[in-house]
T-cell receptor
């Protein structure tokens, strides 16, 4: 299957600061990437769809100014949590459809654990 | 809107035995994909198996197989010869039809599988 990486794998920051999370497709190009948020023992909640060269599409209830998404190239999407607060603490996962054979299957990054103090 | 329902929050199985995880979904589309993802304690989402709706034959991947009942909108996962490494959260997911890499996944709430030695 295709490989998706995320960096950092975990981050601790102070309330009010901004944090950037990177998502990279390592062996394929992805014009689309997805960003999810997952609380403990819960399912994945889609936050936004990242589109290379255009604006991201946010799900209802997700603050665009809070969660900035930039899809700068065909292999990199970034999620910036601006002015982070303790309620933003969560596990953030990205995914990208594709690989060598099909764009019908999404492959996931290992996730980033964000803790805001 | 599409919905995915996993009615078993938790399941357990003895090592080497067989277990079946249930999933039902609701859609008005005729062309779609169904997936089972595994999320072990590391929280890395791993694709277990996928099924194209237009295929009548049930997908299989080694010890993993599905029972896809399109008319009943049911998509269960059977794990044979269960191993300790199968212990994880399992998510059923739906994606609408082919042609668009930006089609998002809809996840069920997950089933936590415990494998007893």
């Amino acid at each position: 299957g295709a490989v998706v990486s995320q960096h950092p794998s975990w981050v601790i920051c102070k309330s009010g600061t901004s944090v950037k999370i990177e998502c990279r497709s390592l062996d394929f190009q992805a014009t689309t990437m997805f960003w999810y948020r997952q609380f403990p023992k819960q399912s994945l909640m889609l936050m936004a769809t990242s589109n290379e060269g255009s604006k991201a599409t946010y799900e209802q209830g997700v603050e665009k100014d809070k969660f900035l998404i930039n899809h700068a190239s065909l292999t990199l999407s970034t999620l910036t949590v601006t002015s982070a607060h303790p309620e933003d603490s969560s596990f953030y996962i990205c995914s990208a459809p594709g690989g060598l054979t099909s764009t019908d299957t999404q492959y996931f990054g290992p996730g980033t654990r964000l803790t805001v103090l | 809107a599409q919905t995915v329902t996993q009615s078993q929050p938790e399941m357990s199985v003895q090592e080497a035995e067989t277990v079946t995880l249930s999933c039902t979904y609701d859609t008005s589309e005729s062309d779609y994909y169904l997936f089972w993802y595994k999320q072990p304690p590391s929280r890395q989402m791993i694709l277990v198996i996928r099924q194209e709706a237009y295929k009548q034959q049930n997908a299989t991947e080694n010890r993993f197989s599905v029972n896809f009942q399109k008319a009943a909108k049911s998509f269960s996962l059977k794990i044979s010869d269960s191993q300790l490494g199968d212990a994880a959260m399992y998510f059923c997911a739906y994606r609408r039809g082919s042609g668009g890499s930006n089609y998002k996944l809809t996840f069920g709430k997950g089933t936590l599988l415990t494998v007893n030695p």
